[in-house]
């Protein structure tokens, strides 16, 4: 949830719940002073029929009967006038204010004795409720209603009150992988300030971090070219003069491998997006596919692999170097874990507007751990003591992930039905043939 939408919810919660508290509080008073109010008009109507010229032998006709307002006049212990509802013995009534139940119903009822004449005047508690209600709902009603227009108000000063974060989010979605300028941009939000100056802190020594490894092995790699070239010259001569031995050949074996770890960290430190996105143009995957299948095919031969390629030609806006490598270091490594007269399985998938190249071997496969660590750069499964017996770098699949984060695709890991890996890469977003 985002943090404007959690704001309006809490003040709107805490607006919500402040009306209730305010609608208990006021309904109370609101009794309180009903209670009050009616209770003086029972004094005063009281008093007016205590007034009334009355006798015992001439009695006066009653009063208009209201279900609000019952009454009755003694005079002498005999009853003048009164509520038929309102039939009790007078024994049973104490001077003042009492609650009583009369009629089936809950009333007030107010006792006035004089010497002369007793008048009792009740009225159901009802109409104190209902006075309450009245009262309590003719103030809070256009409260609640104004709660929808609040939420409208309270949701727009929290977005803008939240712009400056807003902008800073925008301004970081903007910006490019290897950007690492500092954000030139002056606030007097006394909350962003600090952030800014500290992503500005951040982003120095992430490019200083990232400008050493990125320079490192590509340096390191090219001044390494020069002293293994010599090695290979003057292993070769020796070779040439003395005949091949053991020792010649672990030589030959050891510096064959260190040349590919240096041409595998000089491919490492070309593969950078931004290095690559400005000259892509259209390709034809499967075309590609079929040229590096080409160019391996001896070692697939050496093998004795069964290799298939199937799937619709499509193609996607890449690069033919990075396109290459990509599928050059899937097929190579299929071919080291795949046994002997094993089998490897091509295949390219349309779905939708994904583009999908997968590869499947009948290798030993990976475990779930293998497969999270595969990415990391110098790790190789199993080590230098893998079963295939195959050299290798452990920079084949750092360079894949590169070349992934290159064309913004996703590579996906899976047990394969031939036994071994299965590798799908997807493209989002490639046209069709």
Not at 49 to 58: D, E, F, G, Y
Not at 194 to 199: F, G, K, N, Y
Not at 235 to 250: I, P, S, Y
Request: proline content about 3%; hydrophobic content about 45%; overall charge neutral.
């Amino acid at each position: 949830m985002s943090i404007r939408k959690r704001l309006t919810l809490i003040l709107l919660s805490m607006m919500v719940l402040t009306c209730f508290l305010a609608l208990v509080k006021g309904y109370q008073k609101s009794m309180s002073h009903g209670e009050q109010l009616l209770d003086s008009e029972l004094k005063v109507v009281a008093g007016v029929l205590m007034q009334q010229p009355l006798s015992i032998n001439a009695m006066a006709p009653k009063m208009q009967e209201s279900p609000q307002l019952l009454y009755q006049i003694w005079q002498s212990g005999e009853l003048l006038s009164g509520s038929d509802e309102l039939n009790l013995d007078l024994s049973q009534y104490q001077a003042g204010f009492q609650t009583l139940n009369i009629a089936g119903q809950r009333m007030r009822v107010f006792v006035f004795a004089t010497s002369l004449r007793t008048v009792i005047v009740a009225e159901p508690i009802t109409k104190r409720f209902e006075l309450a209600e009245a009262v309590i709902l003719s103030a809070m009603l256009p409260m609640l209603w104004a709660v929808p227009l609040l939420a409208l108000f309270i949701s727009f000063f929290v977005k803008y009150a939240l712009a400056p974060l807003t902008r800073l989010s925008k301004q970081l979605a903007l910006r490019q992988a290897n950007d690492f300028t500092a954000i030139n941009w002056q606030v007097t939000d006394e909350e962003i300030k600090p952030v800014i100056s500290r992503l500005n802190d951040l982003f120095k020594r992430v490019e200083t971090a990232y400008l050493r490894e990125r320079f490192f092995a590509s340096d390191a790699a090219h001044e390494l070219r020069t002293p293994l070239s010599s090695l290979k010259i003057n292993v070769h001569n020796l070779a040439a003069q003395q005949g091949d031995n053991q020792e010649l050949q672990a030589m030959t074996q050891g510096i064959n491998r260190l040349s590919n770890i240096v041409e595998q960290m000089l491919i490492l430190g070309r593969t950078q997006p931004e290095q690559w996105q400005k000259q892509f143009k259209e390709q034809s995957l499967l075309a590609i596919t079929q040229e590096v299948v080409s160019q391996l095919y001896e070692k697939i031969e050496a093998k004795n692999h069964t290799i298939s390629l199937e799937g619709d030609d499509f193609t996607i806006n890449g690069d033919e170097f990075t396109l290459v490598t990509l599928i050059s270091n899937l097929l190579s490594n299929a071919i080291k874990y795949a046994p002997a007269n094993g089998q490897i399985k091509i295949t390219l998938k349309q779905m939708h507007r994904q583009r999908i190249w997968q590869i499947e071997d009948s290798g030993p496969g990976m475990t779930d751990d293998q497969k999270q660590r595969i990415f990391n750069r110098f790790y190789r499964v199993g080590g230098d003591q893998h079963p295939s017996g195959e050299q290798g770098a452990g920079l084949g699949m750092a360079i894949v992930q590169h070349i992934i984060a290159i064309y913004s695709a996703e590579i996906n890991l899976t047990d394969s039905d031939l036994g071994g890996l299965k590798v799908q890469v997807v493209f989002a977003g490639a046209k069709c043939d």
